[in-house]
């Protein structure tokens, strides 16, 4: 029933950030998304090793966020500020230089062992724990950075949800059909409740749904923008067309499969770590890297087929 309620809360918030948000106040929300994820994410790597990287890792991906909303509200006056959209994309080529810098700031004065053989030893959990903090920015930040360049290119909104959707719908098929009929486990130590019947359910869910909503595009923009979530679109000729259904279902597909593989990949860093939840923030989910871990392999996927396939979508 949490779970439920939950999903009740934070969907219609997320539409309404999609629809409404300005480009530059939808990458300060998913800033502030991001750090609570890469918070819970550092929660799991702690269990990895004992040396910490948490505060430059917060400061990198807010400031990464903040360079990037910056420059897209610079850009509303008309005026494209390349020096902050770079200054962004540095933070990625600095933050290896910011770890070596805490990894040397984190060696001890003394060897902890008098051993020839040992007495570096106390120096071997620092390039481990700095290489896998920094692989939580690219992993989390610049996943969901996707999500925002996604609704950022035209029919963005159109995008964003299709994305969504094949998510969301896929979880919820994989859940139900999985508890029901499934008896093959998918991967039984990495994710002992996961079946290849929810798996394949998850596809076919997500297949069916985001056929009927890009066949029905037109009608859900004009409906979108009768109660002014959408620009007033004039008439069905000047909509979005509905998408071809094979495309639609072959990207859903696509999409969905890349969600899967998120959750399971989310899974295996928990169950290295010996943790059930990623943290306690949302009822029902566990934390919020819980709740966007396939979006995190979605979004990328569906940034890079909608920019170089999107033109196979649409159909007359």
């Known amino acids: 029933m949490k779970r439920i309620l939950t999903a009740v809360v934070l969907i219609p918030l997320v539409l309404v950030a999609v629809f409404l948000a300005a480009d530059w106040l939808l990458f300060a929300l998913i800033g502030a998304v991001a750090i609570l994820a890469l918070s819970e994410y ?17 400061l990198i991906t807010a400031a990464y966020f903040a360079l990037i909303a910056a420059a897209l509200f610079k850009q509303r006056s008309g005026d494209v500020d390349p020096i902050l959209l770079l200054a962004s994309a540095a933070v990625f080529f600095i933050a290896p230089f ?24 106390d120096m071997r959990p620092l390039l481990p724990a700095a290489a896998m903090t920094f692989f939580g920015i690219p992993y989390i930040a610049g996943s969901l950075a996707c999500f925002g360049a996604l609704r950022s290119t ?15 719908v896929g979880d919820s098929a994989a859940m139900y059909v999985g508890k029901a009929v499934g008896k093959h486990k998918f991967s039984p130590r ?6 290849w019947e929810g798996a394949i359910a998850s596809v076919v869910g997500a297949v069916i749904v985001c056929a009927i909503y890009g066949h029905f595009a037109p009608q859900i923009e004009h409906a979108a923008a009768s109660i002014r979530l959408l620009p007033p679109v004039q008439s069905l ?34 169950r290295g770590a010996g943790v059930k939840d990623s943290g306690t923030l949302l009822p029902g989910h566990g934390g919020v890297l819980d709740r966007i871990d396939a979006l995190l392999f979605a979004a990328p996927v569906a940034l890079v087929l909608f920019t170089f396939f999107g033109s196979a979508l649409f159909g007359q």
Request: charged content about 15%; aromatic content about 10%; overall charge negative.
């Open 42 to 58: 550092l929660h799991i790597v702690d269990a990895y090793t004992s040396a910490r990287f948490r505060l430059p890792t917060v």
């Open 154 to 168: 035209a029919d963005g909104w159109f995008l964003v949800v299709f994305t969504c959707l094949a998510v969301w």
């Open 237 to 270: 000729e000047t909509s979005l067309p509905p998408t071809r259904l094979w495309a639609a279902a072959l990207f859903a597909a696509v999409i969905n499969i890349a969600a899967q593989l998120g959750d399971l990949f989310e899974s295996l860093i928990k």
């Open 98 to 121: 910011v770890y070596l810098a805490v990894a040397l700031a984190q060696v001890p004065a003394e060897p902890a062992s008098n051993d020839p053989t040992h007495k570096d030893s």
């Open 190 to 195: 990495v994710s002992p409740n996961k079946t």
